[in-house]
């Protein structure tokens, strides 16, 4: 039977619109980016003091001027995206993606969130989707501006996208969650869950 195969091909085509399929891996080392074009980039987890969650991990981006921490949502695997510095996280049955970028190119997307410029290149970025809601956030007591959107992919299934953009001191960080209308409930609760744990600190001098 081919059926199994061509339904877990059409949730990944929904989830990374048609075929942008991402093989993430786990690990506690840190992953530096080679050859990055401008700042030092690292990821590596620590453990949580968390005595009901033993084998919790907390995250730590490094940059040369700032660090990055947030918890992964459960089960779900992370990596870093090339040598971009961007995270991409997966649902274990691949039904969700979520990708962190804290390198936002602001010629695309303006730091100021001015609303017309920022709605103008978000349907630029999301080509025959539908914005359904737009809305404040706030990410580790920054306000930003979250979006929700939707399109519709082969066999009419509905594709689910919720996008937030929040500054941050020195740049502009973008959440993007994509998955499919029978999952979006779950992704929109695992990408509120990363975005509250969510902090940012200035790189220790001397580091």
């Not at 339904?7 to 399929?21: D, K, S």
């Not at 009901?52 to 995250?59: D, G, L």
């Not at 930003?144 to 960080?173: C, E, I």
Request: aromatic share 8%; with cysteine; glycine share 6%.
């Amino acid at each position: 039977m081919e059926e199994p195969s061509a339904r877990r091909h059409l949730v990944r085509a929904a989830v990374f619109l048609l075929g942008a399929v991402l093989s993430l891996g786990g690990g506690s080392e840190p992953a530096v980016g080679a050859d990055a074009p401008v700042r030092t980039f690292q990821i590596y987890s620590q453990d949580v003091d968390e005595p009901e969650n033993p084998n919790r991990k907390v995250y730590v981006l490094r940059t040369d001027t700032q660090r990055f921490f947030f918890l992964p949502p459960h089960r779900w695997e992370v990596r870093q995206e090339g040598t971009n510095q961007a995270l991409l996280f997966t649902a274990p049955d691949l039904s969700a993606g979520i990708r962190l970028d804290l390198d936002v190119d602001t010629n695309t997307i303006p730091v100021s969130l001015e609303p017309v410029r920022l709605r103008e290149a978000v349907l630029a970025g999301f080509s025959d989707s539908q914005i359904e809601r737009e809305y404040a956030c706030v990410v580790d007591g920054q306000k930003g501006v979250a979006f929700d959107l939707r399109k519709t992919l082969q066999h009419s299934t509905q594709a689910v996208f919720r996008l937030a953009y929040v500054p941050y001191p020195g740049g502009l960080a973008a959440f993007e969650m994509r998955t499919t209308t029978n999952h979006s409930t779950s992704a929109r609760r695992a990408l509120g869950r990363l975005m509250n744990s969510f902090r940012v600190e200035p790189q220790p001098t001397g580091r």
